[in-house]
């Protein structure tokens, strides 16, 4: 089971401030655009996340220290 | 030719009163169930007039919803209603033709508002400097007295303290910038259900207080009945402000403007938020959300602009996507960084700079800045731009190739006020 999705990833556009943290502790899952913020794997401010990339997606936003990014149910 | 709102007449109480008549009594809020004037609000159809069209009752229902689900106790339980006047697109002028004109009709449909969501405190906010203010302070004080007195407040004139929830927030903390996520109607000014109408939909509101969903129903589109408000410009004789049955073919609009003045190039529809079309077969389209967004236009806050022959269209986005990234919120960075970006490349391409990376680059950054801010200002001009880029394609070929087919570049222009340049503002400095 790989493409069981378990959680959302959010991203709040206006706590994040672009440092960039998440990319590096969840580079399948974030990448930066070319203003140094982050960009989820589908373009929007939400990702569906699968159980094999639940790691990396706790990784960023635990990385985060403006608390942008969380994960729901 | 069906007239409702009152356009071009005095603005006294008196007036007002021969002119409507007297405003009925509006049952309360009970409990979990709004007054009864929601369900007029609901046969009527009335669908937001500021831009976004959202159905009106749907708005009455969750507010009451998202108070009573509150304790009884809870100090966040009594809703807020705010009259939007801020008319922060610059090719507007309906709002303050109507708040000059009808003002009373506006505060009748404040008050109505407020009884039907059971709301403790209502507010009629247009923006700092606006010429409707002195007008507005003698048609609140003309009033005889009720239980909720309506207080006139005037955040920043910026484009987008507009929306809603920069609306709520500047009632609730005195800061203009929108909100995210963004339900005010749960959770709006002091964390309190917050309902926000435009002025326009209030005086429809005035309206059906006093005649009934039916009457209200029985001109304009069936999917979004009634008359409403055009602000229209650019090439017509008399440009200005008419009230219009929704689903007028676009044609008549024009007419009633007094015709073009050259031939049309093209229009901008809905505002700086909104979308260029061509003009080829769009004279017939109507004038309704439904039918706008078919024909790939965008009605938003009822604004027609013609972009005449001799003018270039490329020049015209240019000057309007540059004040447009200025006006950022300055919250996230895909739009304050994202929209200057743009900006540049479009000036570039309006300018006949060579550049052969820039239709790749241009087509990259409208992505990027979609879908990525905490408010929808970055998505318009990512839509306006878009837009613009097809609508006139044939333009930005000549463009691309050093050429521009409007010489002349005369005509009318679209308004577009000193630019700021836009920049991280955490705090709100900008928006007090």
């Known amino acids: 089971m790989s493409d069981d999705i378990m959680r959302t990833l959010h991203l709040d556009p206006i706590a994040c401030d672009g440092r960039g943290l998440c990319h590096y502790a969840a580079p399948d899952l974030i990448d930066l655009d070319e203003w140094g913020y982050p960009l989820l794997r589908d373009g929007g401010l939400r990702l569906g996340v699968t159980s094999s990339e639940l790691p990396q997606a706790r990784a960023a936003v635990e990385a985060c220290p403006m608390l942008a990014l969380h994960l729901e149910k | 030719m069906t007239e409702r709102l009152g356009l071009g007449s005095p603005p006294s109480l008196?007036?007002?009163?021969?002119?409507?008549?007297?405003m009925p009594h509006v049952d309360g809020r009970s409990g979990s169930s709004p007054g009864a004037l929601v369900d007029e609000v609901e046969s009527?159809?009335?669908?937001?007039?500021?831009?976004?069209?959202?159905?009106?009752?749907?708005?009455?229902?969750?507010?009451?919803?998202?108070?009573?689900?509150?304790?009884?106790?809870?100090?966040?339980r009594q809703p807020i209603v705010i009259g939007n006047g801020m008319e922060g697109e610059p090719a507007s002028s309906k709002d303050v033709v109507l708040l000059t004109s009808s003002p009373h009709l506006v505060l009748d449909g404040i008050e109505a508002a407020a009884r039907t969501v059971g709301a403790t405190e209502a507010f009629l906010a247009v923006h700092r400097g606006s010429p409707a203010i002195p007008v507005l302070e003698?048609?609140?004080?003309?009033?005889?007295?009720?239980?909720?007195?309506i207080t006139l407040d005037t955040p920043p004139a910026r484009y987008v303290a507009s929306e809603e929830s920069a609306l709520s927030h500047w009632i609730g903390d005195g800061i203009a910038q929108p909100v995210y996520p963004d339900r005010p109607f749960q959770k709006g000014a002091d964390g309190r259900p917050t309902l926000v109408q435009n002025v326009e939909t209030l005086a429809h509101l005035g309206l059906i207080a006093r005649h009934g969903g039916a009457w209200?129903?029985?001109?304009?589109?069936?999917?979004?009945?009634?008359?409403?408000?055009?602000?229209?410009?650019?090439?017509?004789?008399?440009?200005?402000?008419?009230?219009?049955?929704?689903?007028?073919?676009?044609?008549?609009?024009?007419?009633?403007?007094?015709?073009?003045?050259?031939?049309?190039?093209?229009?901008?529809?809905?505002?700086?938020?909104?979308?260029?079309?061509?003009?080829?077969?769009?004279?017939?389209?109507?004038?309704d959300p439904d039918s706008m967004r078919a024909a790939g236009a965008v009605i938003g806050a009822s604004i027609l602009w013609a972009v005449g022959d001799q003018v270039c269209p490329l020049d015209e986005l240019d000057r309007v996507v540059h004040w447009m990234a200025g006006e950022s919120a300055g919250q996230c960075g895909p739009c304050v960084f994202g929209l200057p970006a743009l900006s540049e490349d479009v000036h570039s391409l309006a300018s006949r700079a060579v550049d052969p990376q820039r239709p790749t680059r241009l087509q990259r950054r409208l992505a990027l800045v979609t879908g990525r801010g905490g408010c929808k200002h970055p998505d318009?001009?990512?839509?306006?731009?878009?837009?613009?880029?097809?609508?006139?394609?044939?333009?930005?070929a000549a463009h691309e190739d050093g050429r521009c087919t409007a010489t002349a570049n005369v005509g009318a222009r679209l308004p577009v006020p000193p630019a700021r340049v836009a920049a991280l503002d955490g705090r709100g400095r900008d928006f007090r």
């Open chain 2, 216 to 287: 209200f129903a029985e001109v304009g589109s069936p999917s979004a009945p009634g008359t409403t408000l055009v602000s229209i410009g650019g090439a017509v004789r008399h440009p200005g402000v008419l009230e219009a049955p929704t689903g007028t073919p676009v044609a008549h609009l024009i007419e009633r403007a007094g015709g073009a003045t050259s031939g049309i190039r093209g229009f901008l529809t809905g505002g700086y938020g909104g979308g260029w079309v061509a003009s080829e077969g769009f004279a017939e389209t109507s004038w």
């Open chain 2, 44 to 76: 009527a159809g009335l669908r937001g007039r500021g831009g976004g069209w959202f159905p009106t009752h749907l708005k009455l229902r969750a507010v009451v919803d998202s108070s009573a689900s509150r304790g009884r106790l809870s100090r966040t």
């Open chain 2, 14 to 22: 008196a007036d007002h009163l021969r002119t409507f008549g007297p």
């Open chain 2, 380 to 396: 318009g001009v990512a839509r306006l731009v878009g837009t613009g880029l097809s609508a006139f394609a044939d333009e930005v």
């Open chain 2, 138 to 149: 003698r048609a609140i004080a003309e009033r005889p007295d009720t239980e909720l007195p």
